[in-house]
């Protein structure tokens, strides 16, 4: 299982995450913030799980490329 979390209230819109991971990653038109899309909002706290192993690295080069390191991945 791989588990992304974005804390979405910290971003500064850079647009890195996106560069690095248009699949998992787009920036919102009515805040310009990040969005991790297909994810679940709790308190904040925007998260992804996957079977898929595969989505891993390309998360983990959005994470590297964040900024504010707002992006986390773990695998299990």
């Avoid at 297909?38 to 898929?52: D, E, I, Q």
């Amino acid at each position: 299982m791989v588990i992304i979390t974005l804390q979405r209230d910290k971003c500064i819109g850079c647009n890195y995450c996106v560069e690095m991971d248009p699949v998992h990653f787009q920036m919102s038109k009515k805040d310009g913030k990040s969005v991790l899309l297909h994810s679940v909002n709790a308190k904040g706290f925007f998260t992804l799980k996957s079977p898929n192993h595969a989505i891993a690295e390309s998360c983990e080069l959005a994470a590297k490329a964040c900024p504010v390191k707002i992006i986390t991945v773990k695998e299990t």
